[in-house]
């Protein structure tokens, strides 16, 4: 079984679970706090940041996207019509601009904020950045996540599924995404109805569950997080 | 002949131009000011970021990491020893982890801030965000260029290119980006003489050329950043 370093609160990890899970691979998962830039953690990964997988022989693979390639490489490209990458280059490189959409600027604009202030600050000693939450960052985040999910909604009401007509890594990246902002309760899905059919969708598959059972110290997911009627 | 949207200081737009460079491949380039938000572009990348190949049948390929997979795909493949790539799993992983550490983390932490302060600000309209230079913005990047200065001396000095024995994305990735510093002063080479060498040896390749003339208006480049014996 291959080993997952992760946090059940960031992005990128939570679309790599979602990966293996759709594949029917599980991880051994470790929790890491992405704060505390452990002296064994930097040795896999001297950027510090999540995931990381470490692959056959203990090789880390470091990044979502990185590892998102690597699965596609070594299992992907064998499971034919359930593959989560498209087989064509054009259809691929559409894919990877989502990916790059959730997991870069979803995450910069919007995720990584609420996620600091809200969920990591008060665990965090102040000489590692934590105290009370800047509600400046949040503000400003919640202002973001609107063209995030209007963008969504639109993809959703477009498209059979974000990146075309078939289930891929760009719906897990979004999924792994929009996920997070649910369990923080920051989603108007009355507005958004389109992506909320669309999550909905994600939502109720296998490999989803685990995630809907994650939990963070202190903060219980709003009412409707592990609903699949919501 | 393929067109590329960028600004020559874009680090991720200088790796693309970089890597058609060296499968000898001309594009026609097309100054996008990215701060501009010019509706024609948004419409080819709603993300509004550098660089936009336009590929065959003017279909918008969106960002540095999308573009290099869609190249090595239709190209690289069959460059054999002059691929970019590596030819193993294992290999491209290091070659995308080190491409997302210079054009991410590099990005993020040094070069976006002193291109914005020092390159473009003076070019905004005040509507856009321009205005006088940041001084503790500038002060904090310049702080963070010194780890990844050492980290690529260290990449230098332990392999014969930065991501192993073959040059790579990688290396193309690394240059575009210390390429922009170096044309705006911030490095310090006398304290990083494997990656000086390192640097030497890209910069000496045709490919290269066309980013040694590039010129911005209203700043000279550091006196040495177009010689190849610095």
Redesign the interface.
């Known amino acids: 079984m291959l080993t997952l370093f992760h946090h059940p609160m960031n992005a990128a990890s939570r679309f790599v679970r979602l990966a293996f899970g759709e594949y029917g691979e599980e991880l051994e998962l470790i929790e890491e706090k992405p704060w505390a830039r452990r002296k064994e953690f930097l040795a896999l990964n001297?950027?510090g940041?999540l995931p990381v997988l470490l692959?056959e022989g203990d090789?880390p693979?470091?990044?979502a996207?990185?590892i998102a390639?690597?699965v596609d490489?070594?299992r992907g490209v064998l499971k034919r019509d359930k593959r989560l990458f498209a087989e064509d280059?054009?259809g691929?490189?559409e894919i990877?601009?989502l990916c790059?959409?959730y997991l870069?600027?979803t995450e910069?604009e919007v995720t990584r904020h609420l996620v600091r202030e809200r969920v990591f600050k008060p665990h965090m000693p102040s000489s590692q950045g934590g105290g009370s939450p800047d509600s400046a960052a949040i503000r400003a985040a919640r202002a973001n996540i609107k063209q995030h999910l209007k963008?969504t909604n639109w993809l959703a009401g477009t498209r059979d599924w974000l990146a075309g007509t078939r289930m891929s890594y760009a719906d897990l990246a979004a999924a792994g995404t929009l996920s997070i902002l649910d369990y923080l309760g920051e989603i108007d899905w009355a507005e958004n109805g389109a992506a909320r059919d669309w999550y909905s969708r994600i939502k109720s598959r296998p490999a989803f569950r685990p995630l809907l059972n994650d939990r963070v110290r202190g903060l219980s997911p709003a009412a409707h997080y592990a609903n699949l009627d919501f």
Do not use: L, M
Request: without cysteine.
């Open positions: 001297p950027a940041t692959a090789v693979i470091v990044g996207n990185v390639e690597y490489e070594t280059s054009i691929r490189a990877r601009r790059d959409w870069v600027k910069s963008y």
